[in-house]
């Protein structure tokens, strides 16, 4: 089955300790997504990509850096710039473009650091 | 630029009762708006989206949604909560290459 898979779900870090989260799509999708979710702010968004070797800043990609050097491929890292690390991640693709079909998500990541 | 307001963070209904749930769009360019689910630790499932066809959308789980271009409103309904339903629920517009969300509903079931 098609999907987005996201890996690891739990990951504990220590302060100062760079993680990357990996997300993985067989979507086909051109466009990639990663999302921050905080009790009551929603999904705000870190990082997205329309295309290979391409990728924008979203609304708060400070501490944050990403690559996409494959379609399929889009991680995450969390760096020790980030100030409140402690946070649910959630990595979406859709098809991209100006197509305007939906977001498909992966089951998300939950990063604590301690 | 586009975004999107969801009114009442929690809101709770009983076992069999209408559920409705509340989201205000503001977009300068005809808008592309969806509702997805969320249940604990979990990520989204979509439920409905609306891109300009009829207006009265419907979705997965019995839900659906009407959009309103004069109120700029999008509201979620059910005619009927079941346990099940419990769980957030997040209103979402198409931006330019991105997607907005609200900031969530949180929906109790009560027996």
């Known amino acids: 089955d098609g999907g987005i898979t996201q890996s690891p779900k739990y990951l504990f870090r220590k302060e100062g300790q760079n993680v990357t989260l990996s997300c993985e799509q067989n979507l086909n999708h051109d466009a990639m997504y990663w999302y921050r979710q905080d009790p009551g702010q929603g999904l705000r968004l870190i990082y997205y990509s329309q295309i290979v070797n391409d990728f924008q800043k979203g609304d708060i990609a400070e501490g944050y850096s990403v690559s996409r050097e494959k379609k399929e491929s889009f991680p995450l890292t969390v760096t020790s710039a980030q100030k409140n690390p402690t946070a649910f991640y959630l990595c979406a693709s859709s098809i991209g473009g100006e197509n305007t079909g939906e977001l498909f998500f992966g089951e998300g990541s939950r990063l604590t650091v301690l | 630029a586009q975004s999107v307001t969801q009114l009442g963070s929690h809101v709770s209904v009983s076992e069999g009762a209408l559920v409705l749930l509340r989201c205000n769009y503001s977009s300068s360019v005809p808008p592309y708006l969806f509702w997805y689910v969320q249940y604990p630790n979990q990520g989204l499932q979509l439920l409905l989206k609306?891109?300009?066809?009829?207006?009265l959308v419907k979705g997965i789980n019995g839900f659906e949604a009407e959009f309103k271009k004069s109120e700029t409103s999008f509201h979620l309904t059910k005619p009927s909560a079941h346990m099940s339903d419990a769980a957030e629920y997040f209103c979402?517009?198409?931006?330019?290459?991105?997607?907005?969300f609200g900031t969530g509903t949180r929906l109790k079931v009560l027996a």
């Open positions: 609306y891109t300009s066809a009829a207006t």
């Open positions: 979402a517009v198409r931006g330019t290459y991105k997607y907005i």
